[in-house]
Antibody, heavy 122, light 106 residues
Framework: EVQLLESGGGLVQPGGSLRLSCAAS????????MSWVRQAPGKGLEWVSS????????YYADSVKGRFTISRDNFKNTLYLQMNSLRAEDTAVYFC???????????????WGQGTLVTVSS | SYELTQPPSVSVSPGQTASITCSGD??????ACWYQQKAGQSPVLVIY???KRPSGIPERFSGSNSGNTATLTISGTQAMDEADYYC?????????FGGGTKLTVL
């Protein structure tokens, strides 16, 4: 059974940093694209970033480019999102997600975590 | 930047057919997928590659994509299908979600 367990969310001041983690199990982690998707309170889904299985190819939404960094540890089966220079508009539930295949930029998400809430406020 | 447009809301009576559209420039040249998100839950993939159903998704869910519009169709809609539905496609290495459609079964 595929399981994705996010951690690291919380309250942070504007301009601050936070690192999210996602522990994955139930599949061959290194074989799949992994992604982060966020959802602001009462709003729709917004893609944040995706990363190839090897970690060699990264993709970011314009809204986070230069501030957020996605990475993975294929030995620990863990996905990360380093978030710097946080803004109020980054407040959202952040979902860790497994893509259906290894083909970045063409694959849908087939499994989602439960999400972790990030609140940016003074 | 690429945009996908969905109607904010769709209503359907139980047992009837619900259709939710997703519009984008030359969307038919891309693969579209659809997610269902019930209140307080994580999204679930219901259609991918325009018309394929993942394992465990009921046959009443179907999809199509042509021209500028992808459509999610739910035949024989049930009360349990009430949820928000999001379309999604890739454009130039960017994953794009539609704004979401709230399906009300009444």
């Amino acid at each position: 059974e595929v399981q994705l367990l996010e951690s690291g969310g919380g309250l942070v001041q504007p301009g601050g940093s936070l690192r999210l983690s996602c522990a994955a199990s139930g599949f061959t982690f290194s074989s799949y694209v992994m992604s982060w998707v966020r959802q602001a309170p009462g709003k729709g889904l917004e893609w944040v970033s995706s990363l190839s299985g090897s970690g060699g190819s990264t993709y970011y939404a314009d809204s986070v480019k230069g501030r957020f960094t996605i990475s993975r540890d294929n030995f620990k089966n863990t996905l990360y999102l380093q978030m710097n220079s946080l803004r109020a508009e980054d407040t959202a539930v952040y979902f860790c997600a497994k893509d259906l295949s290894a083909a970045v930029t063409s694959t849908p998400i087939d499994y989602w975590g439960q999400g972790t809430l990030v609140t940016v406020s003074s | 930047s690429y945009e996908l447009t969905q109607p904010p809301s769709v209503s359907v009576s139980p047992g009837q057919t619900a259709s939710i559209t997703c519009s984008g420039d030359k969307l038919g040249n891309k693969y579209a997928c659809w997610y269902q998100q019930k209140a307080g839950q994580s999204p679930v993939l219901v259609i991918y590659q325009d018309s394929k159903r993942p394992s465990g998704i009921p046959e009443r869910f179907s999809g199509s994509n042509s021209g500028n519009t992808a459509t999610l169709t739910i035949s024989g809609t049930q009360a349990m299908d009430e949820a928000d539905y999001y379309c999604q496609a890739w454009d130039s290495s960017t994953r794009v979600f539609g704004g979401g459609t709230k399906l009300t079964v009444l």
